[in-house]
């Protein structure tokens, strides 16, 4: 398999972690967001999106989406389960793992802020108040109400939820957003700070870091 | 059950539908969201977010995120199936899903429209083009490519690619967003109006539709 992504995208964070939660191993392919590689012809043949991650598998199916790629991996490999088999608790994790992909992270997308810097001639201030607004409201401050244990989002080990929480906490801390009224979600962070499969995955350990 | 909804929100609209294709039934509770009912403290109590659609189980469980609820749905009542059985299948379904639910549908929320006029101060017309641009670029334009079959995105019955699509493409004709350049996402909606479960489910069927 082959993983396209960009070590600061936290759609590729996640599907990384995942990857590494299940022992897979995918060459990493980066594609530069901030020169525009994802807009050139050859990347938008893997994806009409423009965007990463995308998962190339080994008969050359193209996988979108971060987390269509990680319901798959659940599939192809159902230990450790991401995604619980009870239909209810899958339900409370996909809605946190959603409310982060839905609700907050397509906001702050780069896309967006180049939207809101170049076509809508917005600057640092507003767009840094963009960014924590969505991060927070309506964001992190309600995913906080919808973790439900420790030490990880539902209990002893880590699902999709806490594989999309981590990369959105680390877009967190980049954008200088306060999280100290957040402690069930530091406490999450904590655990899996612990966990090689979350180290590993962390956009400083790529190799298109900067 | 209950389904707490808005008649124009395109996320209450694919949870409407999905019930309808299943043929299940849940009394229809309206949170009138211009009025800012879901910012009230009876309503976050049922979700955090303050977000439509919540669906409330007969036991008191609260499920929130539209593709949550209806993957829940899939599982509790298998057929007829809006996720595929095939992994890979399963993939591109949810990959159009996610692109909808992820890259279109949260920037033109109702509460990001009016961010940009209430903290940003941008008039009708940078609305209007910023709604067109996140609907067509990178959105239904990239998923007129994603779409594999007819009548269907994906062969002779509807999945939850269908689901999430037709709202949108209400929301598209909202909007006045132009969409003669996609065929296959017009031969899409003529076959789902074609469904009396997608019928049913449009926003001007509901009690609160003005």
Redesign the interface.
């Known amino acids: 398999m082959k993983l396209y992504g960009y070590f600061r995208s936290s759609a590729a964070y996640r599907v990384r972690i995942a990857l590494n939660l299940k022992g897979l191993a995918a060459e990493y392919a980066p594609v530069h967001l901030v020169r525009g590689e994802q807009r050139q012809a050859g990347f938008l043949a893997k994806n009409?999106?423009?965007?990463v991650p995308v998962l190339e598998?080994d008969d050359g199916?193209l996988?979108?989406?971060s987390?269509?790629?990680i319901?798959?991996l659940d599939?192809?490999q159902p230990e450790p389960r991401l995604i619980p088999t009870d239909?209810?608790l899958?339900?409370?994790v996909?809605?946190i793992?959603?409310?982060i992909?839905?609700?907050i992270?397509?906001?702050n997308n780069l896309?967006?802020l180049d939207?809101l810097k170049n076509?809508?001639h917005?600057g640092r201030e507003?767009v840094g108040?963009?960014v924590r607004?969505w991060l927070l409201k309506?964001g992190l401050?309600?995913?906080?109400?919808?973790i439900e244990s420790a030490p990880f989002c539902f209990g002893a080990s880590p699902t999709l939820a806490d594989v999309c929480l981590i990369p959105q906490i680390f877009n967190a801390r980049r954008f200088a957003a306060p999280l100290e009224h957040l402690p069930k979600i530091k406490a999450v962070e904590a655990a899996c700070a612990e966990l090689p499969a979350f180290r590993a995955a962390h956009p400083s350990q790529h190799s298109d870091a900067e």
């Open positions: 009409p999106q423009g965007l598998l199916s996988l979108t989406q987390l269509a790629i319901e798959y599939a192809l239909a209810l899958a339900a409370k996909r809605a793992a959603l409310a992909a839905c609700d992270h397509p906001l896309r967006v939207y076509e809508l917005h507003d108040a963009w607004h309506g401050d309600s995913i906080e109400h919808m």
